[in-house]
């Protein structure tokens, strides 16, 4: 894994990238580098805790099977652009339909009075463990305690598929909170790595 885990003001999830990579040498003209700590987490029991009430009313969870890559762009930049997202940016059509018309690849988004407010994406390719590839608000979303609800969600359908655990990662472009957050759902750090992120101009 190679990506990140964001929250928003107040420990409210904000935005998770799981996939980060390296770009090749021809790409790295239109990104700039940047140092990090990659903080890798797994949570080996299903969370206890209740899940958190919505903040609000209009609020929907549906799964996205086998969208349309167009809609699938839409949310990775809708939700990922302001969190340096790259890494699907970088892959064609093709290559992101062979993955997100996968049945064991398992996205869902959460609509706020019937527009796109969240988006998670999580990888049941092993069968083992569950990885969060990408989980975030819409930016205008963060901050209204939508972040818990969502996350909450989001970990009781991935336990419902019984894996042995679930993982993500955060880093040190994330916001300082969010590493608080994911341990309060009872994710534990299990590797800490240095390397550098992409940040790939539009």
């Not at 909450?152 to 880093?171: I, Q, Y």
Request: proline share 7%; net charge negative; glycine share 10%.
């Amino acid at each position: 894994m190679g990506g990140m885990g964001r929250t928003g003001p107040g420990g409210e999830a904000a935005s998770c990238d799981t996939s980060r990579q390296p770009v090749s040498a021809n790409q790295r003209s239109m990104a700039e580098r940047r140092a990090v700590t990659i903080t890798y987490l797994r949570q080996s029991q299903r969370p206890r805790r209740p899940v958190p009430a919505a903040p609000a009313k209009g609020a929907a969870l549906l799964r996205a099977v086998r969208p349309p890559t167009h809609f699938y762009r839409y949310l990775y930049r809708l939700i990922g652009d302001p969190h340096n997202w790259v890494s699907r940016r970088l892959l064609s059509d093709g290559e992101i339909e062979a993955i997100i018309h996968d049945d064991d690849v398992h996205i869902y988004v959460l609509y706020i009075d019937g527009s796109p407010g969240g988006f998670c994406e999580f990888d049941n390719r092993s069968r083992n463990d569950i990885e969060i590839k990408f989980f975030g608000l819409a930016p205008e979303r963060i901050g209204q305690g939508w972040g818990g609800f969502f996350l909450g969600h989001c970990l009781d359908l991935a336990w419902s598929l019984a894996p042995e655990s679930v993982m993500l990662e955060t880093c040190t472009l994330d916001h300082p909170a969010a590493l608080p957050m994911y341990q309060r759902f009872g994710f534990e750090p299990f590797d800490v790595r240095t390397g550098e992120v992409e940040l790939l101009a539009d």
